[in-house]
């Protein structure tokens, strides 16, 4: 069992920064990878990025590969979505999701990731 909390969301500028933050507790030597995904109204569920538990392995929607970093820190069971040059079109609820060994779940096409456990979401907002 995996719980997730992300943070980290708000009203930004366009061309401004913000850092989300996903905590991970509960059985996290479950976890595999986690990922970050988005919805905005009217819209179906966006991946974003996703990174290994190892941290050495990352992917990225092409729309956010030059400028979203996603991290972790092992330490402290949290991983990172740092954007920059924040656009109108980010705007959304981000979500993060863990990858957990032994349960199926929702595939992401061109990543080796089946996502089975969700946080509750964050809103970023994206204007001016």
């Known amino acids: 069992q995996v719980q997730l909390v992300e943070s980290g969301g708000g009203l930004v500028l366009p061309g401004g920064s913000l850092r989300l933050s996903c905590a991970a507790s509960?059985?996290?030597?479950?976890?595999?990878?986690v990922g970050w995904f988005r919805q905005s109204p009217g819209k179906e569920r966006e991946f974003v990025a996703g990174?290994?538990?190892?941290?050495?392995?990352?992917y990225y929607v092409a729309s956010v590969r030059d400028r979203f970093t996603i991290s972790r820190d092992n330490a402290k069971n949290t991983v990172y979505l740092q954007m920059r040059s924040l656009k109108s079109e980010d705007t959304a609820v981000y979500y993060c999701a863990a990858d957990v060994a032994s349960e199926s779940g929702t595939a992401v096409p061109g990543t080796p990731y089946a996502f089975d456990s969700w946080g509750q979401g964050t809103q970023v907002t994206v204007s001016s």
């Open positions: 990174i290994s538990s190892s941290g050495d392995a990352t």
């Open positions: 509960g059985n996290i030597f479950s976890i595999n990878a």
